[in-house]
Nanobody, 120 residues
Framework: QVQLVESGGGSVQAGGSLSLSCGVV????????LGWFRQASGKQRELVAT???????TYSDSVKGRFTISRDSAWKTVILAMNSLKPDDSAVYYC??????????????WGQGTQVTVQG
């Protein structure tokens, strides 16, 4: 029943900024982690950033100091603020959520993906 809806992708010049948003539709009993992944053309999907239920964030080395992940207190929205963008950041970005839809084992959810193109 739970779905992730992404928005905010587009084209930007190198050195510019872009912010991605992911809305959580539905109800989770407990969220374990929210995150963003990306997949460049011809490449494997890779982790970009995560934020857990305690607010602790994790970033890949390639985006540290440039990207910031955040969420609202209700766990309804997760934001990826991207600054100082590079052409190598060009990829399809996917929102990800891990959590418990009900008491039991956890499940994983993915957004449809949004294209980010950095021109340089």
């Amino acid at each position: 029943q739970v779905q992730l809806v992404e928005s905010g992708g587009g084209s930007v010049q190198a050195g510019g900024s872009l912010s991605l948003s992911c809305g959580v539709v539905g109800t989770m009993v407990r969220v374990i982690q929210l995150g963003w992944f990306r997949q460049a053309s011809g490449k494997q999907r890779e982790l970009v950033a995560t934020i857990n239920s305690g607010g602790v964030t994790t970033y890949s080395d390639s985006v540290k100091g440039r990207f910031t992940i955040s969420r609202d207190s209700a766990w309804k929205t997760v934001i990826l603020a991207m600054n100082s963008l590079k052409p190598d950041d060009s990829a399809v970005y996917y929102c990800n959520m891990r959590g418990y839809p009900a008491i039991g084992s956890w499940d994983e959810y993915w957004g449809q993906g949004t294209q980010v193109t950095v021109q340089g």
